[in-house]
């Protein structure tokens, strides 16, 4: 039987997950999918498009995405649940790279990668990115990190900012660039995909 290759990246906001799950699909001529594509299909009542999922290009950032966000952590039952049942089947299917913030826990398969870096870091790529002010992104990203820590925590009981024990690799992203960060997850799939 064909191994199935499953890679999922997390990283807080900024960290540049969407960036290296593009990358490392390519690379390895995995399929990518965007969790973040599908949620906002799924709230924006849009088909879901698995093979053409979008990143997040500052969606979340914005005053609708931290609505929804803020929304999402209010119900007993957010979409959420819907789309973490899209992205298991996924997992299942193999050959897949999945930028995710809550798949490395609730997946029991895959090699799963920790983006990390500090909020600063963060707060000038997502500045850069989004075309807004650094003080203002760092503000959005700490409480979007903060409410993504208690609706995973709420949902599956899961501590995003401390249970590392899931990972197999964590890079710490705060001295490197995206060439740099590519090379070393690179070098580590040499020997583990």
């Known amino acids: 039987m064909k191994k199935r290759r499953v890679i999922i990246i997390f990283g807080f906001s900024g960290s540049g997950k ?8 390519k690379k390895y001529k995995l399929r990518v999918v965007h969790p973040s594509g599908i949620l906002r299909d799924i ?3 849009k088909k879901i498009d698995i093979s053409n999922t979008r990143s997040n290009n500052g ?5 609708k995405g931290i609505g929804l966000l803020r929304g999402r952590l209010k ?6 649940l819907i789309s973490d049942k899209i992205l298991l089947k996924e997992v ?3 050959n897949v790279v999945i930028d995710s913030w809550n798949l490395p826990w609730i997946s029991k398969e895959g090699i799963k990668i920790y983006l990390k870096a500090d909020l600063n870091v ?13 003080k203002k992104v760092k503000k959005i990203i700490s409480n979007k990190d903060e ?13 995003i900012k401390k249970d590392l024990q ?3 690799l964590i890079i710490n992203t705060y001295n490197l660039n995206k060439t740099q960060v590519f090379q070393l997850l690179c070098d580590y799939l040499k020997f583990n995909l």
């Not at 969606?59 to 005053?63: G, L, Q």
């Open 75 to 80: 119900k007993e039952k957010p979409l959420d």
């Open 166 to 168: 899931v990972f197999d």
């Open 92 to 94: 299942r299917k193999g």
């Open 147 to 159: 409410d993504t820590y208690k609706l995973f925590k709420k949902l599956y009981d899961i501590n």
């Open 59 to 63: 969606f979340w950032e914005n005053e």
């Open 18 to 25: 969407s960036s290296l799950a593009n990358l490392i699909a």
């Open 43 to 45: 709230y924006e009542k």
């Open 122 to 134: 963060r707060a000038k790529r997502v500045s850069k990115r989004n075309k807004m002010s650094y």
